[in-house]
T-cell receptor, first 118, second 114 residues
Framework: AQKITQTQPGMFVQEKEAVTLDCTYDTSDQSYGLFWYKQPSSGEMIFLIYQGSYDEQNATEGRYSLNFQKARKSANLVISASQLGDSAMYFCAMRGLNHGGSQGNLIFGKGTKLSVKP | DAEITQSPRHKITETGRQVTLACHQTWNHNNMFWYRQDLGHGLRLIHYSYGVHDTNKGEVSDGYSVSRSNTEDLPLTLESAASSQTSVYFC?????????????FGSGTQLSVL
């Protein structure tokens, strides 16, 4: 069975500093995709970044980067130069990918609440 | 612009009533999902579909059903609403672009079962 674990219920970071949000996963799929989503207090889910398990380079999207360590089954999100608007819940998610066959479930971790201090 | 919309945004109903939450996407995505979000549980998958006439049960499917008669819509039905189904419900759709997959969410439906 697939599982996503986010061990940090809450995190604080000083404005303009970098922060790492942890995510570990468990899957028996050979091919899979990893996602990070941001949920501000307004409630919408905002896509941040995607990493495929066979992607050789870590994914980056602006101030977001994904520190993907396949052997350790970790997919940590790094936010550089934190801004006050980064205060939100952050969710890690995973989906199994059997290319040419069926796709797996998409499951989410329980989230990390990030608070950026001025 | 393409989008994914949920309706209603807020719904109050009584236990035992049948309720249907609508989800409509104009991305032409094959993949659609329903989640519920509760404090302490994060997002949990209820049902999902990978194409027309395809539906699959997720982690918390009991008491819910879906049908996919076209690409654009995946309505979620609560056959007999229970207080335990009070939650925020999110619909999502996704498609692969090369090796990248993006998942787009609707704005959510706040459902209260009294």
């Amino acid at each position: 069975a697939q599982k996503i674990t986010q061990t940090q219920p809450g995190m604080f970071v000083q404005e303009k500093e970098a922060v790492t949000l942890d995510c570990t996963y468990d899957t028996s799929d050979q091919s899979y995709g990893l996602f990070w989503y941001k949920q501000p207090s307004s409630g919408e889910m905002i896509f941040l970044i995607y990493q495929g398990s066979y992607d050789e380079q870590n994914a980056t999207e602006g101030r977001y980067s994904l520190n993907f360590q396949k052997a350790r089954k970790s997919a940590n999100l790094v936010i550089s130069a934190s801004q006050l608007g980064d205060s939100a819940m952050y969710f890690c998610a995973m989906r199994g990918l059997n290319h040419g066959g069926s796709q797996g479930n998409l499951i989410f971790g329980k989230g990390t609440k990030l608070s950026v201090k001025p | 612009d393409a989008e994914i919309t949920q309706s209603p945004r807020h719904k109050i109903t009584e236990t035992g009533r049948q309720v249907t939450l609508a989800c409509h996407q104009t991305w032409n995505h094959n993949n659609m999902f329903w989640y519920r979000q509760d404090l302490g549980h994060g997002l949990r998958l209820i049902h999902y579909s990978y194409g027309v006439h395809d539906t699959n049960k997720g982690e918390v499917s009991d008491g819910y059903s879906v049908s996919r008669s076209n690409t654009e819509d995946l309505p979620l039905t609560l056959e007999s609403a229970a207080s335990s189904q009070t939650s925020v419900y999110f619909c999502a759709s996704s498609e692969f672009e090369g090796t990248n997959e993006k998942l787009f969410f609707g704005s959510g439906t706040q459902l209260s079962v009294l």
